[in-house]
């Protein structure tokens, strides 16, 4: 007997059935379109920085950009967020957007330049901002997509040695974990409170759902505005995380951001070149290549008890 299915109720279930192919992909329970492998960025050593939103991890990037560049590689920072505010420390302005000059050719890519989206910063690093949709429309990860297919298209990734994903805040949905289908480790940036650790945690899970299907691997903690590090320390042993990195809570950082300048540009006190060293002893880490960490995050109250003081 042949059932008739109207073209729309067949068209759905089509449609139904894409999507639950897909998946498990990026994680049980995904959506995510796997990547296009034509957008792979070959050569470059790449890297993802996350953490918790306000963490430090605009300056984290800028200042492990500058600290790569000043060991003679040619460096690329990506600010994944809406606010662009990831490199004007390294380039004294809020550039324009992937997406500002994508609308103002219509969409129309081969209509721009190099020099229209990429602006070259301090020490030559040379800076994107992808920049988002409106608040509450689109989806980040299609920005991170057109602005990987923008700089492929004008050859800007075959001169490239390193590149660093500034990604927003804390979020981990599927459009702003995508640098993560690029990245070869992910760094994740904590002070050594509960707030920044419980939201590392699911960072960790993330990340750890993403290395089922592409090259990511967490590369370690970078602890930053913190004297100690006791708790990162503690958390890090528990889940088999490492601490790459300690920069101490300095009120230099602080005014850097206020000069619109990166560490690097702040004269050579005592504890500005202690600074600039562990940003440099870092990249030098990171460039030599970190081990592969076999990580098991905790549940949420698992990581709620465990976090503190008795």
Request: proline content about 4%; some cysteine; overall charge negative.
């Amino acid at each position: 007997m042949n059932i008739y299915t109207h073209p729309k109720t067949a068209k759905h279930d089509a449609k139904k059935a894409e999507i639950n192919a897909r998946k498990g992909e990026d994680g049980e329970g995904s959506v995510q379109v796997h990547l296009d492998p034509t957008m792979e960025i070959d050569g470059a050593k790449v890297f993802a920085i996350y953490g918790k939103g306000g963490i430090g991890k605009s300056t984290t990037s800028s200042n492990l950009s500058v600290a790569f560049s000043k060991l003679g590689k040619r460096v690329l920072q990506i600010g994944c967020d809406p606010k662009h505010d990831s490199t004007f420390t390294l380039t004294k302005s809020l550039i324009p957007t992937v997406i500002d000059v994508l609308e103002k050719v219509d969409f129309h890519s081969e209509e721009l330049r190099p020099e229209d989206f990429v602006v070259e910063g301090y020490n030559g690093v040379q800076c994107v901002e992808a920049g988002g949709p409106p608040a509450g429309t689109g989806c980040g990860g299609y920005v991170v997509g057109q602005t990987v297919k923008l700089l492929k298209e004008h050859h800007m990734l075959e001169d490239t040695d390193v590149v660093v994903f500034d990604v927003l805040g804390d979020v981990v949905c599927g459009g702003f974990a995508s640098p993560l289908q690029h990245a070869e480790r992910a760094l994740i940036v904590a002070a050594n409170d509960f707030d920044s650790i419980f939201a590392m945690n699911r960072i960790v899970a993330a990340i750890k759902a993403k290395s089922k299907n592409y090259d990511v691997r967490l590369g370690g903690v970078i602890a930053n505005r913190s004297r100690e590090t006791d708790q990162i320390d503690r958390y890090n042993d528990a889940i088999g995380l490492k601490r790459l990195a300690h920069v101490p809570d300095s009120d230099e950082i602080r005014k850097s951001r206020l000069k619109k300048s990166t560490l690097f540009e702040m004269g050579d006190s005592p504890e500005i070149k202690a600074i600039q060293q562990e940003y440099l002893k870092l990249a030098e880490t990171l460039w030599a290549g970190t081990k592969e960490l076999n990580v098991d995050p905790m549940k949420d109250r698992d990581i709620f008890d465990f976090l503190g003081y008795e």
